[in-house]
């Protein structure tokens, strides 16, 4: 299950505005966000259709812009791109508003276009809030004139969703992102999925027997879905005679997915490759769409079985002109993945299919409580120039914590250590720093913090304060001296007034340096 974890799964769309358009992107509501990455201000704003790109401006406070050096045809929104040289960051973090408990797809969107004067992609890890969600390597596709991106179904816990891109063994230069789409999806769409404990990768999403550059998306997905063209060239296409209802399906996939069906002769079995390419051996979850082709009639359905790699799937499946979609939550497929449809005893017509989406299930790694993410925010605020790579998840994923913060182990980590000794700070430190009751060390010494020192009674289990060498005023905490498990107080070398206060003066077993 590991290996799925950090599996990659690439969809490749072509660069100039003849070959297939850019999907058209709403301007940002309630519903989501479209990011023209790598600009600033209107500038940043790409109009496609009716809609439209923006700045991914205010979303993110970290990386350089720049503008690509293309040929004529580039799609606007993949000439511009954010990189991130610094490499002492953990990881570099968007945080996009978001309806907490909302379902969101995710969209990240890459085209290098030789930035850094290299000629190969770098590669790159990519982060969902405490979830590493896959490796980012664009090499194939960029040295075919394509862009790639990646999709992932996840649900917020919070009030911000964080999407984030890290270093690896494998990283060599900057990473970087052309564009990031964030779109909210109805309650009814992938329903069955545990999205508190799983999120969905997207390994394909195609329409059956449409021509290869009939991509749909918005406006004839409403959720900006990307739907590929699938055709095996190898059984017949059939076209539709009537509309689907898209409201009638959970997962309310475009009517237009049903225009086209792939299907075989009178009373033969139907075989499909698809996806066309070998899967790892984890859990997918699995939609197939059917409808029967023909004109609207008592006579217009089909009855046949459905098996995946010999293992049944469905069984007398009756497909009419209205549609039919079935699914699996947790499927295990491992290499070429075939789909057979076999009619049924009797049926004069053969089997027919139309659409197909696939997802690899993704465990999720956990997450921060969000006391503790919410002291460290406001923690971030109160200083004049945080780590840069202070945002998202403080903790996860472990090796991507914020730079000074160590955290407990678990499906809920509190950050147990907090250590930016000699970092440069300047600020103060907030009240908030209270709420980190599972901080065993805080040592912030040799920076230059003004301001006083805030309470810390209810940091039960603090074992050592270092605030030496920095600009604090004021006294030094009564309820210091209510901390059982509190050992080493260094506060040397500030402007705090020297009185030790009484509950101090009764600990013989702390060892306090003024």
Partial sequence: MKLSVFLLWLVSIPLLVHSIPVPDIRVPDIRGY???????????????????????????????????????????????????????????????????????????????????????????????????????????????????????????????????????????????????????????????????????????????????????????????????????????????????????????????????????????????????????????????????????????????????NGRIFYTDLNVTASGVTVYATQWPLSGQTKIVLTPATGIPVGPVISAGELFQILPLGGRTISRDVMAMDEFARNLDSPPSDWRGDPCLPRENSWTGVACSKGQFARIVTLNLTNAGLSGSLPSSISKLTGLAHLWLGGNKLSGTIPEMGSLKVLQTLHLENNKLEGQIPQSLGQLAKLHEIFVQNNNLDGKIPPSLQKRKDINIRL
């Fill in 34 to 308: 479209l990011l023209n990455c790598g600009t600033a201000g209107s500038s940043g704003e790409v109009t496609s259709g009716s809609l439209k790109y923006i700045t991914d401006e205010g979303f993110i406070s970290v990386g350089n812009i720049t503008t690509l050096k293309t040929p004529d045809g580039l799609l606007p929104v993949l000439s511009t791109l954010r990189y991130f040289p610094d490499t002492s960051a953990r990881k570099y973090c968007y945080v996009i508003p978001v309806t907490k408990g909302g379902k969101y797809l995710l969209r990240t969107t890459y085209y290098y276009g030789g930035f850094d004067g290299g000629k190969e992609p770098p590669v790159f890890d990519q982060i969902v809030d405490g979830t590493k969600w896959s490796t980012v390597n664009t090499t194939e596709d960029y040295a075919n004139g394509l862009s790639s991106y990646y999709e992932v179904v996840v649900m917020a816990m919070g009030k911000t969703l964080s999407v984030c891109l890290a270093r690896n063994q494998k990283t060599v230069s900057s990473p970087f992102i052309s564009a990031l789409e964030l779109e909210y999806l109805e309650d009814s769409m992938y329903n069955t999925t545990d999205f508190s404990k799983y999120a969905l990768i997207t390994v394909a999403r195609s329409t059956f027997g449409s021509d290869k550059d009939d991509m749909i998306s918005y406006p004839d997905d409403e959720f900006n879905r990307l739907w590929q063209p699938f055709n095996d060239g190898i059984n017949p296409v059939v076209i539709s005679h009537s509309n689907v209802t898209s409201s009638d399906f959970w997962n309310l996939p475009p009517a237009k997915a049903f225009q086209t069906s792939i299907t075989t002769s009178r009373g033969k079995e139907l075989q499909i490759q698809w996806p066309p390419l070998a899967l790892p051996s984890t859990s997918y979850y699995i939609s197939l769409y059917f409808q029967d082709n023909r004109n609207p009639s008592p006579y217009s359905w089909r009855v046949f079985n459905v098996s995946l």
